[in-house]
């Protein structure tokens, strides 16, 4: 059985960092490639980084190149969100994706991340 948890959301300040972690089990995670979501009410949801299987090469959406940093660890089956000069806009549910396929995949149930002073 597929399972991908997500954690360490929470509520930061504006400039504060916070690291989400997604633990995987249930399939080959060292196989697939990873990526974070997120999805805020009424909007779709959000590409918002990507990593290769081996963690060779990385991709972010333009609103967070330079803040966000997404990284892998097969060991642990874990792949981390590094977040870190959180804005107002960054506030979201933030969900793991395992991408099997080219339209296929598996997701987490998300972690709230609110960004308010």
């Known amino acids: 059985q597929v399972r991908l948890v997500e954690s360490g959301g929470g509520l930061v300040q504006p400039g504060g960092s916070l690291r989400l972690s997604c633990s995987a089990s249930?399939?080959?995670?060292?196989?697939?490639?990873m990526r974070w979501y997120r999805q805020t009410p009424g909007k779709e949801r959000e590409l918002v980084a990507a990593?290769?299987?081996?963690?060779?090469?990385?991709s972010y959406a333009d609103s967070v190149k330079g803040r966000f940093t997404i990284s892998r660890d097969n060991a642990k089956n874990t792949v981390y969100l590094q977040m870190n000069s959180l804005k107002p806009e960054d506030t979201a549910v933030y969900y793991c994706?395992?991408?099997?396929?080219?339209?296929?995949?598996?997701w987490g149930q998300g972690t709230q991340v609110t960004v308010s002073s």
């Open positions: 990593i290769a299987p081996a963690g060779e090469s990385t």
């Open positions: 249930g399939f080959t995670f060292s196989g697939n490639a």
């Open positions: 994706r395992a991408q099997t396929g080219a339209f296929s995949g598996f």
